[in-house]
C-alpha cells in the first residue's frame, strides 16, 4: 500500500516539474504513466484482498471442521462434521447405530453424544465441542455459485476442494427429504458431514455422498438443515447395543 502511495507521489511531482518547464508532451507521458500506475494499484490491492479473503475462508473452513469416527455395529465409519451456532453437525449414516462419536482434528479426542437425528435427513447433532463456529447462509446459492468443500478425505488432515453449484434439487432421489445441492466433480470419500462454504464462509449445505451415475457431490442444503434444527423433532436416538 504504502509503496504505491509513494510512486503515485513521485511521478505526480515529475509531471508538475515537467509542465512548468513547458515540456507539453511529456505531460501526456507522464499522466499515462500516472494513471497505468495507479490502476496497477488498484488491480494489485483487489489480488490482495481476494488473496487475503481466500486465506481466511480456507482458515475459518479448516478450523470449524472436525474429523467424526462413529462406532458402530457394522464397525468404525469415519467422516466429518462441523460446528454451526454451537451445535455440532454430521451426518447420519456415520453414526447410525452409535449413542456417540469420536470427535476430533483440529482438537484434542472427544466423545460427543448424539442428541438428535433424522435418518430421512441424514443429519445427526452430536454434543458441542469446543471449536470454531460457522452460520448457515440466508441466500439461496444459483447455479455457478463457487463453493469451498471442507472435510477429511480417507479420515486423514482436513483437505479443501473448490467446486461450483450445479443445480438446487428435490433430495428424495438421492436418499433423502428436503433439498439437495448438487456440485460439480466428487470429493474424496471422508468428506460426508463436511460443511460446503461460500464465500463469505457461510454454510449452503452439509455433504451428504455422491451420485456416481453423474461424477457430482450431493449436499443437503442449508435451508432444509434450518428447517430441521427449527422443528424440535428429535428422531428415535440410537441405543447404542447390537443384536
Known sequence: MLSVVLVSVMLGLGVAL???????????????????????GQNDQAAASELSDSLELRALASSATVRVAGRNCTGVSIGSGFHLDGKLLTAQ???????????????????????RRSAQLDVVMLGPVDGVQLQ????????????????????????????????????APYGFTGRALLLDGVVPEGFSGGPVLDHEGHVLGMVQGYEPSLDLTVAIAADTIEEWLNDGADGDLPSGVCS
Open 18 to 40: 515537467r509542465a512548468d518547464a513547458g515540456q507539453a508532451d511529456s505531460l501526456g507521458v507522464f499522466g499515462a504513466l500516472v494513471d497505468q500506475n495507479g490502476q496497477n
Open 93 to 115: 449414516h456415520l453414526v447410525t447405530d452409535a449413542f456417540d462419536a469420536k470427535v476430533d482434528q483440529p482438537g484434542p479426542p472427544v466423545f460427543s453424544p448424539v442428541l
Open 136 to 171: 448457515l447462509s440466508r441466500t439461496t446459492p444459483n447455479a455457478g455459485t463457487s463453493v469451498l468443500v471442507a472435510g477429511h478425505g480417507g479420515g486423514g488432515p482436513v483437505q479443501l476442494v473448490e467446486g461450483t453449484v450445479l443445480l438446487l434439487t428435490d433430495g
